[in-house]
Protein backbone atom coordinates (compact mmCIF):
# COMPACT_ATOMS: atom_id res chain seq x y z
CA UNK A 1 0.00 0.00 0.00
CA UNK A 2 1.26 3.44 -1.22
CA UNK A 3 1.53 6.54 1.03
CA UNK A 4 1.59 8.57 -2.06
CA UNK A 5 0.83 8.16 -5.52
CA UNK A 6 1.72 10.41 -8.40
CA UNK A 7 0.29 9.03 -11.47
CA UNK A 8 0.17 11.13 -15.55
CA UNK A 9 1.58 14.50 -13.52
CA UNK A 10 2.44 16.71 -15.78
CA UNK A 11 3.65 21.12 -15.30
CA UNK A 12 3.81 22.83 -17.78
CA UNK A 13 4.85 26.68 -16.41
CA UNK A 14 3.51 29.46 -18.21
CA UNK A 15 5.23 32.87 -18.05
CA UNK A 16 3.12 36.62 -18.08
CA UNK A 17 4.34 36.68 -21.87
CA UNK A 18 2.31 33.16 -22.96
CA UNK A 19 5.88 31.69 -22.93
CA UNK A 20 5.74 27.68 -21.40
CA UNK A 21 7.80 25.86 -19.71
CA UNK A 22 7.38 21.99 -19.88
CA UNK A 23 8.30 21.09 -16.28
CA UNK A 24 7.31 17.65 -15.70
CA UNK A 25 6.06 15.66 -18.38
CA UNK A 26 4.12 12.14 -17.36
CA UNK A 27 5.47 11.16 -14.45
CA UNK A 28 4.51 8.58 -12.19
CA UNK A 29 5.35 7.33 -9.15
CA UNK A 30 4.47 5.16 -6.13
CA UNK A 31 6.18 5.91 -2.72
CA UNK A 32 5.54 3.37 0.01
CA UNK A 33 5.98 3.97 3.34
CA UNK A 34 9.16 4.34 5.56
CA UNK A 35 10.71 4.43 2.07
CA UNK A 36 13.77 6.73 1.47
CA UNK A 37 13.11 8.00 -2.21
CA UNK A 38 16.32 9.92 -3.67
CA UNK A 39 15.36 11.55 -6.91
CA UNK A 40 18.55 12.40 -9.09
CA UNK A 41 19.19 13.95 -12.86
CA UNK A 42 20.43 17.17 -14.29
CA UNK A 43 19.51 20.63 -13.77
CA UNK A 44 16.21 21.62 -15.04
CA UNK A 45 14.72 18.31 -15.23
CA UNK A 46 11.93 19.08 -12.80
CA UNK A 47 13.08 17.40 -9.44
CA UNK A 48 11.90 20.74 -7.16
CA UNK A 49 8.81 20.81 -9.45
CA UNK A 50 7.70 17.45 -8.64
CA UNK A 51 8.46 18.21 -4.74
CA UNK A 52 6.68 21.51 -4.83
CA UNK A 53 3.73 19.87 -6.47
CA UNK A 54 3.75 17.01 -3.86
CA UNK A 55 4.20 19.09 -1.01
CA UNK A 56 1.52 21.47 -2.57
CA UNK A 57 3.43 24.29 -2.95
CA UNK A 58 3.02 24.56 -6.98
CA UNK A 59 -0.12 23.57 -8.62
CA UNK A 60 0.19 20.54 -11.22
CA UNK A 61 -0.64 21.18 -14.75
CA UNK A 62 -2.60 17.68 -14.81
CA UNK A 63 -2.31 14.17 -13.60
CA UNK A 64 -2.69 12.49 -10.20
CA UNK A 65 -1.18 13.33 -7.26
CA UNK A 66 -3.21 10.97 -4.57
CA UNK A 67 -2.56 10.64 -0.69
CA UNK A 68 -3.29 7.44 1.22
CA UNK A 69 -3.43 9.23 4.49
CA UNK A 70 -5.51 11.09 6.52
CA UNK A 71 -3.94 14.63 7.06
CA UNK A 72 -1.63 14.73 4.24
CA UNK A 73 1.21 16.53 6.24
CA UNK A 74 4.41 16.92 4.87
CA UNK A 75 7.47 18.54 6.51
CA UNK A 76 10.09 20.15 3.98
CA UNK A 77 13.97 21.07 4.10
CA UNK A 78 15.03 24.22 1.99
CA UNK A 79 19.16 23.79 0.91
CA UNK A 80 19.42 27.27 3.18
CA UNK A 81 18.36 26.80 6.65
CA UNK A 82 15.26 28.81 6.87
CA UNK A 83 15.59 29.70 10.62
CA UNK A 84 14.02 32.36 11.84
CA UNK A 85 17.08 34.52 13.25
CA UNK A 86 15.39 36.31 15.85
CA UNK A 87 14.54 32.77 17.39
CA UNK A 88 17.30 30.18 19.52
CA UNK A 89 17.59 26.75 18.33
CA UNK A 90 14.45 25.10 20.79
CA UNK A 91 11.93 27.95 19.72
CA UNK A 92 12.38 27.32 15.92
CA UNK A 93 12.10 23.53 16.21
CA UNK A 94 9.39 23.89 18.16
CA UNK A 95 7.48 26.38 16.28
CA UNK A 96 5.50 24.25 13.88
CA UNK A 97 4.00 22.27 16.93
CA UNK A 98 2.87 25.27 18.17
CA UNK A 99 1.69 26.75 14.87
CA UNK A 100 -0.77 23.58 14.85
CA UNK A 101 -1.45 24.18 18.57
CA UNK A 102 0.39 20.25 19.01
CA UNK A 103 3.00 21.58 21.38
CA UNK A 104 1.84 19.37 24.28
CA UNK A 105 4.47 18.28 27.06
CA UNK A 106 4.17 14.70 25.16
CA UNK A 107 5.24 16.44 21.86
CA UNK A 108 7.90 18.48 23.07
CA UNK A 109 9.29 15.91 25.49
CA UNK A 110 9.77 13.88 21.86
CA UNK A 111 11.65 17.02 20.09
CA UNK A 112 13.85 16.78 23.07
CA UNK A 113 14.77 13.98 22.55
CA UNK A 114 15.24 14.33 18.64
CA UNK A 115 17.47 17.17 18.99
CA UNK A 116 19.58 15.31 21.60
CA UNK A 117 19.53 12.47 19.01
CA UNK A 118 20.92 14.97 16.41
CA UNK A 119 23.68 15.79 18.51
CA UNK A 120 22.43 19.70 19.36
CA UNK A 121 22.08 18.82 23.30
CA UNK A 122 24.13 21.50 23.64
CA UNK A 123 22.80 24.19 21.36
CA UNK A 124 19.38 24.92 22.35
CA UNK A 125 19.92 28.16 23.81
CA UNK A 126 22.23 29.28 20.41
CA UNK A 127 20.70 31.41 17.81
CA UNK A 128 20.95 30.75 14.43
CA UNK A 129 24.14 33.08 13.68
CA UNK A 130 25.62 31.25 16.06
CA UNK A 131 25.70 27.75 14.18
CA UNK A 132 27.35 26.27 11.60
CA UNK A 133 25.86 25.57 8.14
CA UNK A 134 25.78 21.66 9.41
CA UNK A 135 23.93 22.25 12.35
CA UNK A 136 21.54 24.55 11.00
CA UNK A 137 20.83 21.82 8.87
CA UNK A 138 20.13 19.40 11.63
CA UNK A 139 18.27 22.15 13.51
CA UNK A 140 15.66 22.37 10.11
CA UNK A 141 15.46 18.67 9.66
CA UNK A 142 14.63 17.95 13.06
CA UNK A 143 12.01 21.32 12.96
CA UNK A 144 10.13 19.63 9.95
CA UNK A 145 9.91 16.04 11.82
CA UNK A 146 8.87 17.43 14.97
CA UNK A 147 5.24 17.43 14.25
CA UNK A 148 5.77 13.73 12.81
CA UNK A 149 4.97 14.83 9.02
CA UNK A 150 3.58 11.56 6.59
CA UNK A 151 6.86 12.20 4.48
CA UNK A 152 10.02 14.23 4.88
CA UNK A 153 10.95 16.52 1.15
CA UNK A 154 14.16 17.26 0.99
CA UNK A 155 15.49 19.80 -1.81
CA UNK A 156 19.10 19.36 -1.62
CA UNK A 157 19.41 20.38 2.05
CA UNK A 158 23.09 19.61 1.71
CA UNK A 159 23.94 21.39 -1.53
CA UNK A 160 25.46 24.53 0.13
CA UNK A 161 27.89 22.16 2.56
CA UNK A 162 31.77 21.40 2.20
CA UNK A 163 31.98 18.17 1.28
CA UNK A 164 33.40 16.73 4.88
CA UNK A 165 29.93 18.44 6.91
CA UNK A 166 27.80 16.83 3.89
CA UNK A 167 29.56 13.34 5.06
CA UNK A 168 29.11 14.38 8.40
CA UNK A 169 25.36 14.61 7.58
CA UNK A 170 24.50 11.59 5.39
CA UNK A 171 25.66 9.74 7.77
CA UNK A 172 23.16 11.21 10.82
CA UNK A 173 20.56 11.61 8.11
CA UNK A 174 20.75 7.93 7.92
CA UNK A 175 20.65 7.43 11.80
CA UNK A 176 17.86 9.34 12.25
CA UNK A 177 16.01 8.21 9.19
CA UNK A 178 16.73 4.72 10.90
CA UNK A 179 15.43 6.23 14.50
CA UNK A 180 11.92 7.28 13.23
CA UNK A 181 11.22 4.93 10.33
CA UNK A 182 10.12 7.96 8.04
CA UNK A 183 8.95 8.19 4.64
CA UNK A 184 11.85 10.48 3.23
CA UNK A 185 12.01 11.90 -0.92
CA UNK A 186 15.30 13.52 -0.86
CA UNK A 187 16.79 15.65 -3.95
CA UNK A 188 20.50 15.12 -4.98
CA UNK A 189 23.00 15.94 -7.42
CA UNK A 190 25.21 13.37 -6.03
CA UNK A 191 24.99 9.88 -7.40
CA UNK A 192 26.83 8.54 -4.20
CA UNK A 193 25.13 10.69 -2.22
CA UNK A 194 21.58 8.88 -3.44
CA UNK A 195 23.51 5.14 -3.45
CA UNK A 196 24.30 5.91 0.36
CA UNK A 197 21.53 7.15 1.73
CA UNK A 198 18.34 5.41 -0.17
CA UNK A 199 16.90 2.24 -1.13
CA UNK A 200 15.39 3.51 -3.93
CA UNK A 201 16.59 6.10 -6.49
CA UNK A 202 14.54 7.70 -9.24
CA UNK A 203 16.79 8.51 -12.33
CA UNK A 204 15.01 11.74 -14.27
CA UNK A 205 15.75 12.25 -17.81
CA UNK A 206 16.29 16.19 -19.18
CA UNK A 207 14.21 18.19 -21.83
CA UNK A 208 11.04 17.16 -20.38
CA UNK A 209 8.31 18.12 -22.57
CA UNK A 210 9.74 15.64 -24.96
CA UNK A 211 9.43 12.16 -23.42
CA UNK A 212 10.61 12.45 -19.82
CA UNK A 213 12.17 8.85 -18.90
CA UNK A 214 12.85 7.78 -15.77
CA UNK A 215 14.43 5.11 -14.30
CA UNK A 216 13.46 4.15 -10.66
CA UNK A 217 16.00 1.18 -9.34
CA UNK A 218 15.73 -0.29 -5.70
CA UNK A 219 18.70 -0.98 -3.62
CA UNK A 220 19.44 -3.39 -0.58
CA UNK A 221 18.33 -1.55 2.28
CA UNK A 222 21.43 0.35 3.64
P1 LIG B 1 15.40 20.91 -11.15
O1 LIG B 1 14.96 20.99 -9.74
O2 LIG B 1 15.52 19.51 -11.66
O3 LIG B 1 16.63 21.71 -11.46
P2 LIG B 1 13.08 22.60 -11.65
O4 LIG B 1 11.89 21.86 -11.20
O5 LIG B 1 13.65 23.65 -10.78
O6 LIG B 1 14.22 21.54 -12.06
O7 LIG B 1 12.79 23.28 -13.05
C1 LIG B 1 12.22 22.57 -14.17
C2 LIG B 1 12.00 23.56 -15.31
O8 LIG B 1 10.97 24.45 -14.97
C3 LIG B 1 13.22 24.41 -15.62
O9 LIG B 1 13.25 24.63 -17.01
C4 LIG B 1 12.94 25.69 -14.89
O10 LIG B 1 13.56 26.78 -15.51
C5 LIG B 1 11.45 25.79 -14.97
N1 LIG B 1 10.85 26.48 -13.79
C6 LIG B 1 11.00 26.13 -12.49
N2 LIG B 1 10.29 26.94 -11.69
C7 LIG B 1 9.67 27.83 -12.52
C8 LIG B 1 8.78 28.91 -12.31
N3 LIG B 1 8.36 29.25 -11.06
N4 LIG B 1 8.34 29.59 -13.37
C9 LIG B 1 8.73 29.25 -14.61
N5 LIG B 1 9.55 28.23 -14.89
C10 LIG B 1 10.02 27.52 -13.85
P1 LIG C 1 28.81 20.56 11.48
O1 LIG C 1 29.54 19.35 11.03
O2 LIG C 1 27.50 20.24 12.06
O3 LIG C 1 28.78 21.67 10.46
P2 LIG C 1 31.14 21.68 12.66
O4 LIG C 1 32.03 20.63 12.06
O5 LIG C 1 31.20 23.05 12.12
O6 LIG C 1 29.63 21.14 12.69
O7 LIG C 1 31.39 21.73 14.21
C1 LIG C 1 31.78 20.59 14.92
C2 LIG C 1 31.43 20.83 16.38
O8 LIG C 1 31.98 22.07 16.83
C3 LIG C 1 29.93 20.95 16.60
O9 LIG C 1 29.27 19.71 16.77
C4 LIG C 1 29.87 21.80 17.82
O10 LIG C 1 30.01 20.99 18.99
C5 LIG C 1 31.06 22.72 17.69
N1 LIG C 1 30.67 24.03 17.13
C6 LIG C 1 30.44 24.36 15.84
N2 LIG C 1 30.10 25.64 15.71
C7 LIG C 1 30.08 26.16 16.94
C8 LIG C 1 29.81 27.46 17.48
N3 LIG C 1 29.45 28.50 16.71
N4 LIG C 1 29.90 27.62 18.81
C9 LIG C 1 30.27 26.62 19.59
N5 LIG C 1 30.56 25.37 19.15
C10 LIG C 1 30.47 25.14 17.86
Known amino acids: MSIIEVKRLNKIYKNNKGKETHALSNINISI ?10 PSGCGKSTLLQIVAGLEEKTSGELNWN ?24 AKFPLEMRKKDTIENLEKLERLL ?6 DFKHAFPKELSG ?43 WQETNKTVLFITHSISEAV ?3 DRVIIMSPRPGRIQKVLDINLPRP
Open 32 to 41: KPSEFISIIG
Open 134 to 176: GMKQRVSIVRALSYDPDILLMDEPFGALDAMTRDKMNLELLRV
Open 116 to 121: DFSGLA
Open 196 to 198: FLS
Open 69 to 92: SEEGEIGYVFQDATLLPWKNVWDN
